[in-house]
């Protein structure tokens, strides 16, 4: 993978690719050191933080970081679940509210209140009474279109999860498995809050359709292709990407993030003036990542003041450019990259994590009969 893929592969990713270490951290195995001033995060492989922020929490904290990277971020919760009576780390940060209820389900945190947590938005916040996790970044499942292939053809992009069934985008179409892919599973639950499951829908120009399995047929029959992680759908199938160019990719819509844009720009060389790729923003869903304390974690006071430090002014604004989402403090900036090529959706859809947990199993085994087989 070449150093410019890299990049952007982890940074839009949220969970799915692959980076290299980061900062004063080394990834590995084992579990926490024993010593007090080391202080283990587990997350997914797209974590990042610049290393000078890092070795501000350092020198602060008198705690040394150590981040142990674990695959994408279902793989990551699902083995943070497994390993949770002799963890491997102190702070887990990655679980996103599409996964959140089964993190809670199994114990896998411990109660603490980060410090900081009252400049969190309201909107934000889960689990007021216990506690377990924190919220620390959001960032919205998007389909992104390619702006010179619908310029070439004098064709307006899609606006909406309506206009992607319309004749007009037969065959335009990748996402990604909802089994498989935190961004696929994002966007099927964006489809089930839109159009809903029993009957009702937000739009009068669904309500022939009904639910979100209804739309799923019309998605399937206009030519929907399906991949099974984001890397392959962004990089190898989507027309708009650097990867897709280089690939000769030949789809001009892909499901991705609100924040993709920016990165086409950031990374690029030379940067274009404009962002190559746009975000239809009404199919937007809102993700949110959470971090807690491992239960049995052997530096527990290490483990809240990293909490502490995910909160922070400091480490919020230095996300975006790092892994591409938005922080969730009130008073924290966000570069002029996400204001001019990538803000935040307005209105997208959501659900709430106690919903999601309710249905997510079996939706997903109902969209895999439906659209895979």
């Given amino acids: 993978m070449s150093t410019s893929k890299k990049v952007v592969a982890a940074a839009l990713g949220f969970g799915l690719a692959t980076l290299s270490a980061c900062g004063s951290s080394d990834s590995g195995s084992g579990g926490s050191d024993s010593g007090s001033k080391t202080v283990t995060l587990v997350s997914h492989n797209s974590f990042a933080a610049s290393k000078g922020v890092l070795k501000a929490f350092e020198k602060e904290s008198g705690y040394k970081v150590r981040v142990l990277k674990d695959g994408d971020a279902g793989q990551a919760v699902n083995k943070a679940i497994l390993t949770k009576d002799n963890p491997q780390g102190d702070v887990f940060f ?9 993190a809670l389900d199994n114990g896998l945190f411990q109660s603490y209140e980060a410090k900081g947590s009252e400049l969190i938005r309201p909107q934000y916040r889960v689990d007021q009474g216990k506690h377990r996790v924190t919220p620390v970044d959001s960032g919205d499942i998007c389909v992104n279109y390619d702006k010179a292939y619908f310029s070439e053809r004098k064709l307006s992009p899609p606006t909406s999860f309506d206009d992607l069934v319309k004749p007009e985008y037969k065959n335009l179409l990748v996402t990604e498995n909802a089994s498989t ?36 047929k019309k998605l399937k029959a206009n030519g929907v292709k399906v991949v099974d992680g984001w890397e392959q759908a962004y990089n190898e199938e989507f027309s708009g990407s650097a990867g897709g160019r280089k690939a000769k990719a030949d789809r001009p819509l892909v499901v991705s993030y609100a924040s993709s844009p920016p990165a086409e720009v950031v990374f690029a060389d030379p940067r274009p003036e404009t962002a190559p790729t746009g975000v239809s ?26 909490l502490d430090f995910l909160v922070s002014k400091e480490f919020q604004e230095d996300m975006p450019l790092n892994m591409f989402v938005h922080p969730v403090i009130e008073g924290a900036s966000v570069p002029k990259e996400f204001t001019e090529y990538g ?3 307005k209105d997208p859809e959501t659900m709430a994590p106690s919903k999601i947990a309710a249905n997510r199993d079996q939706w997903v085994r109902s969209w895999t009969s439906l659209v895979l087989k």
């Fill in 94 to 102: 990655g679980v996103d509210n599409t996964l959140l209820s089964r």
């Fill in 181 to 216: 892919s935190s961004p696929g599973l994002g966007f099927l639950l964006g489809t089930a809050a839109r159009y809903g499951d029993g009957g009702t829908s937000r739009s009068s120009e669904a309500e022939s359709g009904g639910r979100w399995q209804d739309y799923w």
């Fill in 281 to 306: 923003y009404g199919t937007c869903f809102r993700q949110i990542e959470y971090a807690g304390l491992l239960s049995n974690a052997r530096n527990s006071e290490g483990g809240k003041a990293f």
């Fill in 343 to 345: 803000p935040a959706a």
